[in-house]
């Protein structure tokens, strides 16, 4: 009778840390979480790239990456890539949690996978405050990325890895584990300049 009971209780206890840690995990984050997985089936079709492109999510051909230099009253990206984005000029208006106007594929082999989404929001006159999503301030305002966009689009924006793990967070602009190294077109990105804001 004995040893079952020491294999039970462990057993146990070790059920109810876990339950506890799901609860108190989970609890903070959960209508993000939610919100998030709500995103990643609606966008599921966009791994094929020409749906995308299909739906004007246009490909801007540079895969993006940075060195993780670092400069004063300049963006700072860690070491690490973007990938290729697509734009979709056609989405318009106060960010859309369920509608980012840029998605962001990996080159792989000699395909595209998905790998990121991103909001896009230029600093307009009406714009009266930081935009958030996901309870996520955006970065910046800061100038565009040259080459692939001018200086002169200054610019919010917010990246989430919905679709690839990123050891940095869901929510940082480059993922280390991200390689623009099976694209003809790899573009090393120098840092962003910082702008004023509202
Ligand atoms: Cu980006």
Redesign the pocket.
Known sequence: MKCPRVAVYPAIALALAGAGLAVTAGAADEPHKAQIEALRKSLEKYQDYKVAVRDLYLSTVGC?HYSGEKMAHHMEYAKGA??V?FVNVTVQGPPDPMKPN?L?YEPTGKELKLV?V?W?VPLTPDLKERPSLFGQPFMGPMEG?EPLIPKEYVHY?L?AWVFKNNPLGMFA?TNPDVSCKDSDFALLEGPTKMMPGP
Do not use: S, Y
């Open positions: 993006v973007m990938g984005h840029v962001i990121a991103e896009l990325h924006d990246h602009p």
